[in-house]
């Protein structure tokens, strides 16, 4: 390999792949530990009620049999989790390993071990449960209303926490306004759906089995390993988090769980490995729900097509326990005004818990709601006055020029949204041609009368990305190749080829010198997550600037081992030289032999945690859509992204992010609901019933770069990892609302089900 | 607890006997008794494809079979492809494409488009996703995963390699 070619932005093959492709790649199941006992949970099946009576007689008596423990066999099994933000608007209740009163379908009652995982599931199915079923609350606004049954008895009427975000005068401008529109846009839990289930493996260790090291399938190593520790009343430096391979987390796997805290315990009671893996339906039951928001919406303008202000309220299903704070309604809510000029908006929030499974986000994160209420009444008011969609988003859009471009709208600690850099007029223009949107509008009036329903829509948007703070370890090892650890886990993001192109670039190597080691919180201790669109901007930032001090160190010491200025050398595939005297030289290698020698390592760590991490990525997304009107069917014909990611480590892993958030929304948009019945079970607990889109359902993508720097970061990196997701459901949604738009719809219930929009188009062929 | 029962299994080319439990599951007794963890779990309901082998040539969901019912059968998993350490085309076309991500999905993916080009060596870009009906990636849109596919036909065309 070249080490003078550019590595940030080479779209070279992953390094991760080789071990993939063999089926070499270790995750959780796979890791094999002598003595490995297998654990399973006992899971109540109702929404609500008590434990009447609780016994593992049966249980003990099954081959195999190793262990059972009820809530109060172990005090850290009933010890509810720490709460994530201490925030004091928002009553938190957090969930515990073990209950005596279960409050969604899916808590856990008690937990059994044994010799291995077909002995497990037998032990399980002999533990012996009575219980009371008590009344369920399933929905949030019933949840609110007095009398309606309590979640939790110490929270009244349900509310889980409430916010509001205001600027401008929304009234006055109301008042002003020529135009109104008003939609409610409903967006049910939907599951992340991870092709690997959850799972966690314990191990006690230490002289004397005081340490516990977790391999965990997480997106948050670092914050699992505090919960856990705190949880057993361990010092965080007696627990060592570590994340093998992990088959995606999408949101719901960056926040712990109280499995990993009871496998923990358990093993250091059992002193013996434990490892618990989820089945898929213990994963629909038990992982995180994402989404279970409602909002209600107004925007304001003038008859021009000229938006004023805009209301929203909305409504957040909580589920029954809150770990995640009221952080998705809140990226919902700062979505909301868009890349437009917005001079008055307002938007009021309020949670509620019900029976069901616990809120976290899911790729999006809540951003997508607030993309998909704008871009929706920007479509419906286009319709009411008679413009064309993408010339209403060009009026209203940010110009170029007004970057950065502070939308005076208030963030929830303080301060205003600031968008650093963004071209979103051109993002339009380019998205338009990419998708082929003047060939639709020419022929889909004609094709209509001959039964061809072929829609397009555009839909524009602003993404917040990245928070939060992030280490990495950069240490040059005496063979000359570089050690590189950076904290967040890897769930498909491609963390170890995109910072080992960013460590090799800054040290004139090739990336296959560099060994990675990411989600291993022995390695490195600070990580917020891998969630949030942030870790090319966080990681990335934190790689460079540790490699620059390495870099700055080692050209250092090679000049006064040179006898030259440091201007006078050039460092390129691990060796140093006189630029003028190529062979007055000396080996990277060499210089670390010699700094270590010398008493300090060639080594760096650069923790980067700005105070204002944030930065603003956008895009224009488009997509073509067919109807079958007679079976409700919608076809993506085509779909195409204009994106600003700002600078872009590797396009091809952007481009993959890009299809896979997209696919990802577009089940959002058609298939994807969790249901759950008035008892509180579980419906949708398996992919016989819970559709997730296939490959023929997929389109073929056609994706465009439209870079702009990020401000606010050295690299200049915005995230991407949810612009896919973010942009699929008001452009399959809006182009289903064109392909039929005779009709004139409001299609705002997601998912929109093929036997819900064939009935719509059978009433409207009856009634014409 | 039932009885054991000896069957022979032909794994990657070698011949194993076990001993297995009639309930067992072939997905299990790959990965479990014979330590082949290539092959995943995704779900029990044989819906997501990632636990795919070829099973006397033919694609199936490991964990909807007996081990008991693959007695004297021929299975080839995800680690039995590359040979000398020299990737399968198919596994060389993953790489080159794009084509993984967190990697759950690959090796059923994989396994299903060696059955697809042993019957269909030049597959149009339909017939590959219809192929692929059985095998869910949440991760990445499949498009690279169908270019990937197109590839490998193409390279193995050109290198003469029909399985």
């Given at each position: 390999m070249n080490a003078q070619a550019p590595l940030i932005g080479s779209a070279i093959p992953r390094l991760e792949d080789t071990d993939l492709v063999q089926g070499a790649a270790r995750y959780v199941g796979d890791l094999q530990i002598p003595q490995t006992l297998s654990v399973v949970f006992v899971?109540?099946?109702?929404?609500?009620?008590?434990?009447?009576?609780?016994?593992?007689?049966?249980a003990r008596q099954v081959p195999g049999f190793v262990a059972a423990f009820g809530p109060r066999d172990l005090e850290v099994l009933a010890k509810p989790m720490q709460p994530m933000n201490l925030d004091p608007d928002v009553a938190e209740r957090t969930l515990r390993p073990l209950t005596d009163e279960p409050l969604y379908a899916g808590d856990a009652v008690a937990v059994v071990v044994a010799e291995d995982p077909y002995h497990a599931a037998d032990v399980a199915t002999a533990v012996d449960v009575i219980y009371d079923e008590l009344p369920t609350v399933m929905d949030p606004n019933e949840a609110m209303k007095d009398g309606a049954p309590l979640v939790?008895?110490?929270?009244?009427?349900?509310?889980?926490?409430?916010?509001?975000?205001?600027?401008?005068?929304?009234?006055?401008?109301?008042?002003?306004?020529?135009?109104?529109?008003?939609d409610r846009f409903n967006s049910p839990q939907i599951t992340n759906a991870s092709l690997e289930p959850r799972g966690v493996l314990a191990a006690p260790g230490g002289t004397n089995g005081e340490t516990v090291t977790l391999w965990v399938s997480t997106q948050a190593p670092q914050v699992v390993r505090r919960c856990v520790a705190g949880a057993l009343e361990l010092h965080t430096n007696q627990v060592r988090v570590i994340t093998p391979y992990v088959g995606g987390g999408f949101g719901p796997k960056g926040r712990p769980y109280p499995e990993e805290i009871a496998v923990a315990a358990i093993a250091l009671n059992l002193g013996r490995p434990c490892r618990w893996e989820a089945t898929r339906q213990e994963d629909f039951l038990s992982t995180y729900h994402g989404h279970g928001l409602s909002i209600d919406a107004e925007l304001a303008a003038r008859s021009d097509g000229t938006i004023l202000g805009v209301r929203a309220r909305i409504l957040q299903d909580a589920g029954a326990y809150l770990l995640a704070g009221l952080i998705v309604p809140q990226y919902a809510a700062e979505h909301i005004i868009g890349p437009y000029h917005v001079q008055a908006a307002d938007v009021q929030a309020i949670a509620a818990y019900t029976n069901k499974a616990s809120l976290s986000p899911v790729r999006g994160g809540g951003r997508e709601q607030g993309v998909f209420v704008m871009e929706r009444l920007v479509d419906h008011l286009a319709r009411q006055i008679g413009m064309d969609p993408v010339e209403i988003r060009k009026r209203n859009a940010l110009r170029a020029d007004e970057f950065p471009y502070d939308t005076h709208y208030p963030k929830r600690y303080g301060g205003t949204i600031i968008y650093d850099s963004g071209a979103f007029a051109s993002y339009l223009d380019e998205v338009r041609a990419l998708i082929g949107y003047d060939d639709v509008r020419r022929t889909q009036a004609a094709e209509r009368n001959s039964g061809k329903y072929r829609g397009v829509a555009i839909a524009l948007f602003a993404e917040s990305t990245a928070m939060g703070k992030e280490g990495a370890r950069v240490e040059v090892d005496d063979d000359g190749t570089v050690s590189l650890a950076v904290g967040s886990a890897?769930?498909?993001?491609?963390?170890?080829?995109?910072?080992?192109?960013?460590?090799?670039?800054?040290?004139?190597?090739?990336?296959?010198?560099?060994?990675?080691?990411?989600?291993?919180?022995?390695?490195?201790?600070?990580?917020?997550?891998?969630?949030?669109?942030?870790?090319?901007?966080?990681?990335?930032?934190?790689?460079?600037?540790?490699?620059?001090?390495?870099r700055e160190r080692a050209v250092a010491l090679a000049s006064e081992l040179l006898g030259a200025t440091p201007q006078a050398l050039e460092l390129c595939d691990g060796i140093f030289r006189v630029r003028t005297q190529q062979e007055r030289c000396v080996?990277?290698?060499?210089?670390?032999?010699?700094?270590?020698?010398?008493?300090?390592?060639?080594?760096?760590?650069?923790?980067?945690?700005?105070?204002?991490?944030?930065?603003?990525?956008?895009?224009?997304?488009?997509?073509?859509?067919?109807?079958?009107?007679?079976?409700?069917?919608?076809?993506?014909?085509?779909?195409a992204v204009v994106h600003d990611s700002g600078t872009i480590i590797n396009r091809s892993v952007v481009h993959g992010q890009l299809h896979g958030g997209v696919v990802l929304g577009l089940g959002e948009a058609l298939s994807e609901e969790i249901i759950y019945d008035p008892a509180g079970r579980l419906l949708t607990d398996s992919f016989q019933n819970y559709a997730i889109p296939r490959a023929d359902q997929s389109p073929p993508f056609i994706v465009k770069e439209h870079s702009c720097a990020s401000r606010n970061n050295p690299q200049g990196i915005k995230g991407v990892g949810e612009n896919g997701a973010m942009g699929a459901l008001p452009a399959i949604i809006g182009a289903v609302e064109d392909a039929l738009a005779p009709l004139r719809l409001s299609l705002n219930d997601m998912p929109l089900r093929s036997e819900d929009l064939a009935r719509v188009c059978a009433i409207a062929a009856s009634a014409s | 607890m039932a009885e054991l029962r000896q069957i022979t299994l032909t794994v990657n080319g070698r011949q194993c006997q076990l001993d297995v439990e009639p309930?067992?599951?072939?997905?299990?007794?790959?990965?479990?008794?014979?330590?082949?963890?290539?092959?995943?779990?995704?779900?029990?309901?044989?819906?997501?494809?990632?636990?795919?082998?070829?099973?006397?040539?033919?694609?199936?969901?490991?964990?909807?079979?007996?081990?008991?019912?693959?007695?004297?059968?021929?299975?080839?998993?995800?680690?039995?492809?590359?040979?000398?350490?020299?990737?399968?085309?198919?596994?060389?076309?993953?790489?080159?494409?794009?084509?993984?991500?967190?990697?759950?999905?690959?090796?059923?993916?994989?396994?299903?488009?060696?059955e697809l080009l042993q019957k269909s060596p030049q597959p149009l870009e339909a017939e590959i996703r219809l192929a692929l009906y059985g095998n869910l990636c949440r991760c990445t849109g499949y498009q690279h995963i169908v270019e990937a596919i197109q590839h490998a036909g193409e390279l193995m065309v050109g290198q003469g390699v029909s399985r």
């Open positions: 899971r109540c099946p109702f929404g609500h009620a008590r434990v009447k009576s609780l016994s593992f007689d049966r939790h008895a110490d929270v009244p009427n349900n509310v889980a926490g409430r916010f509001s975000f205001s600027m401008g005068d929304v009234d006055a401008t109301f008042a002003q306004a020529d135009v109104t529109i008003r890897d769930t498909g993001q491609s963390h170890r080829t995109t910072m080992s192109q960013i460590c090799a670039s800054e040290l004139g190597l090739g990336v296959e010198h560099i060994h990675f080691v990411s989600g291993d919180t022995l390695a490195m201790e600070v990580g917020t997550g891998t969630f949030a669109s942030r870790f090319a901007v966080m990681a990335g930032n934190a790689t460079a600037l540790a490699a620059k001090q390495v080996t990277l290698a060499e210089v670390a032999r010699q700094a270590r020698a010398g008493g300090i390592p060639l080594c760096a760590t650069h923790i980067f945690a700005p105070k204002n991490a944030t930065t603003y990525a956008g895009a224009a997304h488009a997509a073509v859509v067919d109807v079958d009107v007679e079976t409700g069917v919608v076809t993506v014909e085509r779909y | 309930r067992r599951l072939l997905v299990h007794c790959l990965r479990l008794d014979l330590g082949l963890t290539g092959t995943h779990i995704g779900c029990e309901t044989a819906q997501c494809g990632a636990c795919t082998v070829l099973l006397n040539g033919e694609a199936v969901k490991s964990c909807n079979l007996l081990a008991v019912q693959a007695d004297g059968d021929t299975v080839v998993t995800i680690e039995g492809l590359a040979k000398d350490s020299q990737l399968h085309p198919i596994q060389e076309a993953f790489r080159e494409k794009h084509a993984v991500q967190c990697g759950f999905c690959t090796p059923g993916m994989i396994m299903r488009a060696c």
